[in-house]
Structure formats: C-alpha cells, structure tokens
C-alpha cells in the first residue's frame, strides 16, 4: 500500500550567519516601526493631556467655574495646596482634591449659584 503515497521528507535548516539573514533584518525594522508609532499614538498624546491638566489645576483660583471627574458642577470659594472648595448651590459647600477637577466652564454657566 505504500506505493501510492509518496514518502514526505523534512527539509534541512538553512545555515547563514544572523548578519546575512533578510528576515532578521526585517524583524528589527518593524519592531522599530512598532516602537515608533507606540510612542506618537499613545505616549506622547498621553503626556500632552497629562500636561494640559497639570496647567488647568495651576491656574485655579476663586471664582473660576468648574466640572469635577464625578460630573459635579461649581464655583470655587477657596483654594489651597491639595484640596479646593466649591459652591454647588446655595449654602453648599464641597470640598474636593485639586486632581479631581476634569474641566473649567466658561464664565456665566452657573448662573442658579448666584441667585
């Protein structure tokens, strides 16, 4: 019966040194690719952000209207070194960490605190 298939052979490997191997040189420049559009799609948009909330969180100060992460929308009556306050409504008073500020609102937006 083994007349009819044919007998399968392994190939020998291919011996050439890693200086003369195409595919080696072909790993390396797309590892290097990989690499690079890693750090321009997400590293370096990520310290961007990272850097524009530093300055937002530095450049608080009274009386600017704020959007905390939890959705919480206020005036900020005090501001110290880690912690702010904020004014949702009248006689409310919420104390918040700096980092916890997501955005600033434009002047106005809050109009139901001052009335």
């Known amino acids: 019966m083994s007349f009819f298939i044919s007998s399968a052979y392994a190939q020998q490997a291919a011996t050439t040194g890693a200086a003369g191997d195409p595919n080696g040189m072909f790993t390396w420049i797309f590892l290097g690719g990989f690499i690079v559009i890693f750090y321009f799609m997400i590293l370096r948009p990520q ?24 959705g919480i929308a206020g005036r900020i009556v005090k501001v110290s070194d880690e912690f702010i306050v904020l004014a949702v409504s009248d006689n409310v008073q919420l104390k918040f960490q700096k980092s916890a500020i997501a955005a600033t609102l434009p002047k106005g937006t809050l109009k139901a605190i001052d009335e």
């Not at 990272?50 to 939890?70: A, F, I």
């Open 47 to 70: 310290m961007k952000r990272g850097k524009e909330h530093r300055n937002l969180l530095g450049s608080l100060q009274k009386g600017d209207e704020v959007l905390t992460t939890g």
